[in-house]
């Protein structure tokens, strides 16, 4: 039986793996068995500079702490080797790198999981994920997006007052003014 010294260190781990989770934008589930430690030093270099967290997890006491967040469908994928990636922020960001990653490796390197917006997503879904635009590109597509309409709008606007023989909301204050002084 185990002692109850390590029984508290992995209930510490639980807890803080609970934390993580739930503190995470989206996180992403991976088999990193077969890639040479230069290459999972490069991966680490890349996660941590754009902001996520890499870590090895025991199967196990992910498990734990999958049950008590409420991803339950997650224990499913907890078999071989498992590492996770969690992004605090950007949803996108640890998706796009795994999907990468694992895409330039052939099989050595596989995306088991993930999870976002407080649900659990298979790898299909982890790599549509990853191929989004980041948020900087999705955020410009949407004004790009906003302003086109506008524009629409505004043009469309002005052809009907145009038609009507009304004149365009933009000259009409500047003839009542060149009519005020004659008025006077």
């Known amino acids: 039986m185990a002692s109850e010294k390590v029984l508290a260190q992995k209930k510490e781990v639980v807890a ?7 503190g ?16 999972d030093t490069k991966l680490r270099k890349e996660l941590r500079e754009a902001g996520v967290e890499y870590f090895v997890v025991k199967n196990t006491l992910l ?4 049950e008590q967040v409420g ?10 080797t498992s ?26 390197f596989t995306v088991k999981a993930g999870f976002v917006d407080g649900g659990v997503i298979d790898a299909a879904k982890v790599s549509e994920l990853g191929n989004l635009p980041n ?13 086109g309409n506008l524009r629409g709008l505004a043009c469309a606007l002005n052809a009907i007052a145009e038609k009507s023989g009304e004149a365009p909301a933009e000259e009409a204050p500047a ?3 060149a009519e005020a002084p004659a008025a006077e």
Do not use: C, W
């Open 16 to 22: 803080g793996l609970v934390e993580k989770l739930q």
């Open 175 to 177: 003839e009542a003014a």
């Open 63 to 66: 498990e734990r702490a999958a």
């Open 135 to 147: 948020r900087e590109g999705l955020l410009s597509m949407l004004l790009s997006a906003l302003t």
């Open 83 to 108: 590492a996770l990636a969690v992004s605090k922020e950007d949803p996108v960001v640890a998706a796009k790198i795994l999907t990468k990653y694992a895409d330039s490796t052939k099989g050595k």
């Open 71 to 80: 991803f339950d469908a997650l224990k499913e994928h907890l078999n071989g």
């Open 24 to 39: 995470s934008a989206a996180g992403v589930l991976v088999d990193y068995k077969g890639i040479s430690v230069a290459d």
